[in-house]
């Protein structure tokens, strides 16, 4: 029953945003920290930006400071990424994952991100 659903991928121009959401069902969301990962064909996945279950601390791959912001709203079950001045290298699927000290650990599906003009 546990359920990570992404959403908010898309085609966009270099340059664009997007603001992908993650919903969370069947576990104590509120207790679990978040994060976003990406992966591009022929390369490992990487974590992205990381946010605690209190939204108290963040962190962000070197490749995306400044341009994305992660967030998240407890009472929702809900995890954001936004996404600004994108670049083609932003390319990607995009995966929520949620952790709750490395026991219980779930991915969503993905959702595409492709950055092109």
């Known amino acids: 029953q546990v359920q990570l659903v992404e959403s908010g991928g898309g085609l966009v121009q270099p340059g664009g945003s997007l603001r992908l959401s993650c919903a969370a069902s069947?576990?104590?969301?509120?207790?679990?920290?978040m994060s976003w990962y990406r992966q591009s064909p022929g390369k490992e996945r990487e974590l992205v930006a990381v946010i605690t279950s209190a939204g108290t601390y963040l962190n962000y791959a070197d490749s995306v400071k400044g341009r994305f912001t992660i967030s998240r709203d407890n009472a929702k079950r809900t995890v954001y990424l936004q996404m600004n001045s994108l670049k083609p290298e932003d390319t990607a699927v995009y995966y929520c994952?949620?952790?709750?000290?490395?026991?219980?650990?779930?991915w969503g599906q993905g959702t595409q991100v492709t950055v092109s003009s």
């Open positions: 069947g576990f104590t969301f509120r207790f679990y920290t």
């Open positions: 994952h949620a952790d709750l000290e490395s026991r219980n650990v779930y």
